[in-house]
């Protein structure tokens, strides 16, 4: 099978029906053999009756339905553990990534490339606070980050079965696959687009689960808020001991004494624990990831499948 389109699916039944007309008019303009991935995340609407309504009539339509809600990361590397294409792509199922796009990605990673990722030029989410929150976070992660992560960039690619296979061999439970992805290198190249407004229905990702992934990505290729509790620590501890020796020279050289006022106590102890509480929340966020990664829990379970065992 030359690829495999895989979408996550969460609660999107509205946006099902023309993200396959689209995708399978575009998959048989490029006249290769696929398979259409889908992964239901635990949806609570009828997304997976018209999953396996696709799947009835047509036989290239593969699904996954999950146990319970997992997470989009999760359900993107459900996908990857099961494709059978030697090239696999990833598409939400929101239609705010074009699925025209596939096209033009698939020519691109025939050209020697391994990875090819839609990058992008522009949004039409009307969000002013996401839009922010998004350039702001892909800007500081590009600096921070231990290897250079695409600014802009989603899920939404297509990549080489040797990609693919090395995805699998990473164990973390906090994915982050744009991420993964690019530490893992190769020949990688971007092909741009303007991203639309979601199609219909409500988004997927929430504040908080943005917050999250935000979260799993800085905390996954960067030790930089480590770094941070060091340098703060070690700043707050030359700023207390400079104070301590003025304290000590006023009483014994000047004859003066410090003023006696709750203010500068407050303050200063006010800021030296936000300081220590700010470390231990850091240091905390990184061992709850590895003691997800040692508990080694699955990372996902398949109520329902009509995905065969053989690749």
Known sequence: MDLSVIIPIY??????PDLFDRVKKVLDKIDVSYELL??????????????????AQHEFVKYIDFSRNFGHQVAVSAGIDHAKGKNISIIDADLQDP?????????KLKNGYDVVYAKRR??????????????????????IASVPIPLDTGDFRIMTRRVVEILKKMPEQEKFLRGQIAWVGFKQTSVEYDRDARAQGEPGYSYKKLFQLALDGITSFSNFPLRFATWAGIIVSGISFLLILYALYSHFFLKTTTPKGWA??????????????????????YLS????NVRNRPLYIIGETNVSAEK
Do not use: W
């Not at 889908?38 to 799947?55: E, F, H, R």
């Open 11 to 16: 609660n999107e039944e509205l946006n099902i």
């Open 38 to 55: 889908l992964v239901n995340d635990g949806s609570t609407d009828n997304s997976i009756v018209l999953i396996k309504q696709l799947a």
């Open 99 to 107: 699925p025209e796009l596939i096209s033009e990605m698939y020519t």
């Open 122 to 143: 522009s949004r039409k989410d009307k969000n002013i606070f996401k839009k922010f929150a998004y350039k702001f976070f892909y800007k500081l992660l590009s600096r």
């Open 264 to 285: 500068s106590l407050m303050i200063s102890s006010l800021f030296i624990g936000g300081i220590l509480l700010l470390s231990i929340g850091i240091i905390g966020e």
């Open 289 to 292: 990831r590895l003691s997800a």
